[in-house]
T-cell receptor
């Protein structure tokens, strides 16, 4: 079946440091890929997505590129802020560009803490 | 923006009792809602897809008689954990979207502890 593997956390960085959170996946079809973020005390929010190979999703300074050859979708940000402290989830949906993004397969989540 | 409200945020119950968790879409109608479960330090796992006006679709391995889902209106889905046991203790989270292809909105989750 489908699966998503994220780098284990927690990740602790100083403000303005470079962030990478690795994510790889296995899927039987051609999935859409997502990063969700969960701030303390809140629900998950969609951060960015990509629906086909070589697509780059970006939002709030975060980026991730859909790499089909390496089955990866690593999250990066050039300069993190304290306000980026949250839990980040990589996820995939098998129905690429398709009928529904509701059936998501999630990675285990990576806790990011950014210190001033 | 669209908001999904989940209630309660935390609940503690005794073994053998039932617990109901509500998921409401506050400013949009959702014909489909999704229920996820998250164990500590593990992924969110889809439990079931809740369809307004029809039976829920359960994922493999999820007991439909234990996790009762009712989606009686376009803005409300409920998950009832029946005859709860300590192994049902977990974080339950719902999500919904306004239509297919639109982003999912997640509730804040419910922390269930069964003693």
């Amino acid at each position: 079946g489908d699966s998503v593997t994220q780098m284990e956390g927690p990740v602790t960085l100083s403000e303005e440091a470079f962030l990478t959170i690795n994510c790889t996946y296995t899927a039987t079809g051609y999935p859409s890929l997502f990063w969700y973020v969960q701030y303390p005390g809140e629900g998950l929010q969609l951060l960015l997505k990509a629906t086909k190979a070589d697509d780059k999703g970006s939002n709030k300074g975060f980026e991730a590129t859909y790499r089909k050859e390496t089955t990866s979708f690593h999250l990066e940000k050039g300069s993190v802020q304290v306000s980026d402290s949250a839990v980040y989830f990589c996820a995939l949906s098998e129905r690429a560009g398709g009928t529904s993004y509701g059936k998501l397969t999630f990675g285990q989540g990576t806790i990011l803490t950014v210190h001033p | 923006g669209a908001v999904v409200s989940q209630h309660p945020s935390r609940v503690i119950c005794k073994s053998g009792t039932s617990v109901k968790i509500e998921c409401r879409s506050l400013d949009f109608q959702a014909t489909t809602m999704f229920w996820y479960r998250q164990f500590p330090k593990q992924s969110l796992m889809l439990m079931a897809t809740s369809n307004e006006g029809s039976k829920a679709t359960y994922e493999q391995g999820v007991e439909k008689d234990k996790f009762l889902i009712n989606h009686a209106s376009l803005t409300l889905s409920t998950l009832t954990v029946t005859s709860a046991h300590p192994e049902d203790s977990s974080f339950y989270i719902c999500s919904a979207h306004e239509r297919e292809h639109s982003p999912l909105h997640f509730g804040n989750g419910t922390r269930l502890t069964v003693t």
